[in-house]
């Protein structure tokens, strides 16, 4: 007998980026030398300095239970963070600790939507947006960004409302196409949604990704009546290298932290005591961690510099600067239904079967005809990955 999955999980899609990463392993462990640019996630170790600071979080005893908003230091090093980088009035009240972005994500989502709410999410979206809402019996609006080069803008926001409209999802700098959405129109978009009672998250966890002249935006520094509707999640797994710890928070409405916490309370309870710690102290030597953030920042920058402009000379395939995060979104329409590709998929498994570079399908971020390449790599990964896709592509 098929073991009886309930129907909330049922509805829910395994996550197609794990599943890339397996492929590529899974060919790795034949031997096969294989360049992975699936990878979601830095490739530079956590700052020695937040190290320090979770061992010393272990020696002062930060070994058990917090409260499930975190700890005292953590939603008040959080709310003075955001007032130090950005002048963002941020009461300690407002914050709660969360194990990652995703699980701030999961929490804003379930603690407010109903079966048969609407969910406003742009196209291409970050692959967990529709799951999530699928796991609430809730329903997923998608929303097409092409002709806008896949930044959302409020005119398509208004095409896409009904009365049944619960919340929009927005994601700036975005995965997957590293496009940053100017503050202008994100002010127009909240007051539009604000106006209508529709709540929006912000998924800021690339906040600190943004290549200049693009600017760094967040939502917290939205007067009051504004952020009444909408949940910023936040996370460090980006901003300092820290995916393995599992720590993000978020920061929303008194009403809204509360609801998020009682969920939290009967699931994780918390993030882990001592990394809160680390993530507050590190918080606290603020200059410091924001002399680690530009350091990769730059590094990043030098890499997309180097890898985009080369992705650009291969004819077969069309790709724009992206101004956030670290990836490229790469079209690759004009060869499907030609040489047995019939859709981005069939050019992802070429690439990683032929040439031994593996890319993620767009399609799991509702961008069917194109790839998702990471260049949170070496530069040294990134020339031989452009020299190869290139050899393999000057066959069609
Ligand atoms: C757009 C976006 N939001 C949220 C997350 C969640 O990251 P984490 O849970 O590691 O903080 C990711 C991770 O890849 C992401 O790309």
């Known amino acids: 007998m098929n073991f009886p999955v309930s129907e909330s999980v049922a509805r829910m899609q395994g996550s197609p980026t ?84 995703k699980q701030a994500i999961f929490n804003a989502i379930c603690s407010l939507v109903n079966p048969g709410d609407e969910v406003l999410i742009p196209k291409p979206y970050w692959v967990t947006f529709p ?25 398509q926001i208004k095409a896409a409302v009904t009365d049944k409209t619960k919340l929009l999802i927005l994601n700036s700098p975005n995965n997957p196409t590293g496009r940053v959405i100017p503050e202008n129109e994100i002010i127009k978009i909240i007051e539009f949604c ?25 939502c917290a520094v939205l007067p009051e009546e504004l952020r009444k509707f909408v949940c910023i999640a936040g996370s460090f797994s980006k901003t300092f290298s820290m995916t393995g710890w599992r720590i993000g928070f978020v920061i929303a409405d008194e009403s809204w932290i509360k609801a998020m916490t009682k969920l939290q309370s009967h699931s994780a309870t918390h993030p882990t005591s001592f990394v809160q710690y680390a993530c507050a102290k590190a918080m606290q030597a603020s200059e410091i961690a924001m002399k680690e953030v530009e350091k990769m920042l730059a590094e990043y920058n030098r890499r997309r510099n180097f890898f985009i402009p080369k992705l650009q000379t291969i004819e077969q395939i069309k ?12 079209d690759v329409r004009e060869m499907l239904g030609k040489n047995g590709f019939r859709a981005s998929e ?23 005809g194109f790839l998702r390449l990471s260049y949170a790599t070496s530069m040294e990964n990134l020339q031989k990955a452009y020299e190869k896709i290139k050899e393999a592509f000057s066959k069609f």
């Open 346 to 368: 069939d050019v992802a498994s070429f690439l990683l079967n032929e040439v031994h570079v593996a890319v993620t399908d767009g399609a799991g971020f509702g961008a069917d």
């Open 18 to 101: 794990i599943r890339a990463m397996k492929e590529a392993s899974k060919l790795r462990e034949k031997g096969v030398e294989v360049i992975d640019l699936t990878v979601g996630e830095p490739d530079f170790p956590t700052p020695d300095f937040i190290k320090e600071y979770a061992i010393e979080g272990l020696q002062k005893g930060f070994t058990k239970y917090t409260p499930s908003e975190g700890l005292k230091i953590f939603t008040e090093s959080v709310a003075e963070f955001f007032q130090s980088q950005f002048k963002a009035k941020v009461s300690p009240n407002q914050v709660a600790a969360t194990c990652g972005g």
């Open 131 to 155: 799951e999530i809402v699928n796991f609430c019996g809730a329903k997923n609006v998608f929303i097409e960004t092409e002709a806008t080069e896949f930044v959302i803008t409020l005119d």
């Open 319 to 330: 790709c724009n600067l992206p101004e956030g995060a670290f990836y490229a979104l790469v």
């Open 194 to 218: 604000a106006d209508r009672n529709i709540y929006v998250i912000a998924d800021e966890c690339y906040l600190f990704f943004v290549y200049p002249p693009s600017k760094v935006f967040t």
